[in-house]
T-cell receptor
Framework: NAGVMQNPRHLVRRRGQEARLRCSPM?????VYWYRQLPEEGLKFMVYLQKENIIDESGMPKERFSAEFPKEGPSILRIQQVVRGDSAAYFC???????????????FGNGTRLTVT | DQQVKQNSPSLSVQEGRISILNCDYTNSMFDYFLWYKKYPAEGPTFLISISSIKDKNEDGRFTVFLNKSAKHLSLHIVPSQPGDSAVYFC????????????FGKGTHLIIQP
């Protein structure tokens, strides 16, 4: 998993606070994906971004959640007014600049574990 | 609702034997299938993939079989080793993998000495 860097590894927030999760993709990758894993569940797709563009946000909750991938700097997943149900592991993945179809698997970071108290 | 299903939450296999992990999918538009391995407190690591134009792909001890008519794929690990103990996720996508992946819930493989 070296290459896709996520921070922080662990984040504790009280209900109502904001959580900011950061992801730096692998070098040369400009496609970023965010996934959420709830306890005892698989990874659920949230959002797919390219530099400065949201390509697919069909998995994002309609409220409180937003994501960005600016021209410079990491991708940010932002959760406003967190609730206990937001407690989960959030994984970021990246893929090469130009999707080459078959054989271009996503590379994942080690995740950020968000705990809402 | 669950488009990718892994019906066995856990599987216990003796070291040296074959491990077979199964995965079913419902969306006939999926054309690219992957297996990821995940250790605790780490992110998923890509293991092996197969496109819908093939029915088998092999990489060392790992082989993935795809049965499109049954919408079923399986991962075979032989021989199983202690380091194979992990959670294995089946994933699928459309469009050759450029879109986001749809994951199953995972199977926890335990290799017993």
């Amino acid at each position: 998993n070296a290459g896709v860097m996520q921070n922080p590894r662990h984040l504790v927030r009280r209900r109502g606070q904001e959580a900011r999760l950061r992801c730096s993709p692998m070098k040369g990758h400009s496609h970023v994906y965010w996934y959420r894993q709830l306890p005892e569940e698989g990874l659920k797709f949230m959002v797919y971004l390219q530099k400065e563009n949201i390509i697919d946000e069909s998995g994002m909750p309609k409220e409180r959640f937003s994501a960005e991938f600016p021209k410079e700097g990491p991708s940010i997943l932002r959760i406003q007014q967190v609730v206990r149900g937001d407690s989960a592991a959030y994984f970021c993945a990246s893929s090469p600049t130009t999707p080459t179809g078959f054989g271009s698997p996503l590379h994942f970071g080690n995740g950020t574990r968000l705990t809402v108290t | 609702d669950q488009q990718v299903k892994q019906n066995s939450p856990s599987l216990s296999v003796q070291e040296g034997r074959i491990s077979i992990l199964n995965c079913d999918y419902t969306n006939s538009m999926f054309d690219y299938f992957l297996w990821y391995k995940k250790y605790p407190a780490e992110g998923p690591t890509f293991l092996i993939s197969i496109s819908s134009i093939k029915d088998k792909n092999e990489d060392g001890r790992f082989t993935v079989f795809l049965n499109k008519s049954a919408k079923h794929l399986s991962l075979h690990i032989v021989p199983s080793q202690p380091g194979d103990s992990a959670v294995y996720f089946c994933a699928a996508s459309r469009g050759g993998g450029a879109d986001g992946l749809t994951f199953g819930k995972g199977t926890h493989l335990i290799i017993q000495p």
